[in-house]
């Protein structure tokens, strides 16, 4: 069973930096497909960034050249140039994996999720 745990929100102001993790138990975080989303009070739940398992990235447009996604044993999200619209709960999420003929593969569905850290930026 996978299980994933966030850190590193915080309260900091517009134009900061701050760096979340994503501690993985259950599996190797190079085997899996992960992303990053977000959900602010009243929002919908907003996708992030995304990592497959050979190391392909995405960001969404709207925080492209702000936000990355990065991992080595953990999973990572790089955020700078903070704005307060970035203000939100940022979770950390995980797809199962399924064999399909001889190779394994993600399933699509994120069905595995961390609890959540917390981030507010003032401005």
């Known amino acids: 069973q996978v299980s994933l745990m966030e850190s590193g929100g915080a309260s900091v102001q517009a134009g900061g930096s701050l760096r979340l993790s994503c501690v993985v138990s259950?599996?190797?975080?190079?085997?899996?497909?992960m992303g990053w989303f977000r959900q602010a009070p009243g929002k919908e739940r907003e996708e992030i960034a995304t990592?497959?398992?050979?190391g392909t990235t995405k960001v969404t447009d709207s925080v492209m050249g702000r936000f990355a996604i990065s991992r080595d044993n953990s999973l990572y999200l790089h955020m700078s140039q903070l704005k307060p619209e970035d203000t939100a709960m940022y979770f950390c999420?995980?797809?199962?994996?399924?064999?399909?003929?001889?190779?394994?593969?993600?399933?699509?569905?994120?069905?595995?999720w961390g609890q959540g850290t917390q981030v507010t930026i003032s401005s």
């Open positions: 990592v497959d398992r050979s």
């Open positions: 259950g599996a190797r975080v190079s085997d899996l497909c």
């Open positions: 999420a995980a797809q199962g994996l399924s064999w399909i003929g001889s190779s394994l593969r993600c399933s699509g569905q994120y069905g595995f």
